[in-house]
């Protein structure tokens, strides 16, 4: 093997390169690492985003005290250690990797029924995190104008942990319409 310093320098480094280290797990031996395995042991590193921009995701409410799963269907635009799941609408992320915690943050843009009022709330495995509810109302003056809310939250994830925002009507048992809805997870 040359010396390292006679080797050319890459001007384009992505994740998937290699470098060269030991493997203390291993009896030491010398293995190849991408960069994006190495990269992933570092904190803030593992995160998801993933949207539902088609504008048509319609959640019926069946009560004024029940909470139910924002109907949408979640596209992943980016992840390590996430991928959206739970059927039938791929309305959840779900985290598959080591613990840490991660910031939870949630946009959405709703319509629904003039004058309603609206309650969000994030869930962890499908447990309404206590702290994370928000209500909207529905402009009387324009319902086809969608409101938009934030919901945010630090946990502790472990693997199969899964997060998704559940919805509520507590005016009525009209539907709400998410124009747009996005989910970020960010760990620490």
């Excluded at 949408?72 to 598959?96: F, K, M, Q």
């Amino acid at each position: 093997m040359a010396r390292i310093s006679t080797y050319p320098i890459d001007s384009s480094v992505n994740v998937n390169d290699y470098v060269i280290g030991t493997d203390s797990e291993d009896s030491n031996i010398t293995k190849n690492y991408t960069i994006a395995s190495i990269v992933a042991l570092a904190p803030g590193t593992t995160y998801i985003n993933a949207s539902d921009n088609a504008g048509i995701s319609v959640t019926t409410i069946p009560d004024l005290v029940t909470f139910v799963p924002l109907d949408c269907a979640l596209t992943l635009n980016a992840a390590s250690s996430w991928s959206v799941g739970g059927a039938p609408n791929e309305h959840r992320i779900v985290y598959d990797g080591n613990t840490k915690f991660a910031i939870i943050t949630v946009t959405i843009n709703v319509t629904g029924t003039a004058g309603d009022d609206v309650h969000f709330c994030l869930t962890k495995n499908g447990v309404k995190i206590s702290g994370t509810s928000q209500k909207t109302e529905i402009p009387a003056d324009t319902p086809d104008v969608a409101t938009t809310l934030t919901l945010q939250s630090l946990q502790s994830v472990s693997k199969s942990d899964y997060f998704s925002v559940s919805v509520k009507n507590t005016t009525g048992t009209n539907s709400v319409t998410a124009t747009h809805y996005n989910i970020v997870a960010h760990t620490l």
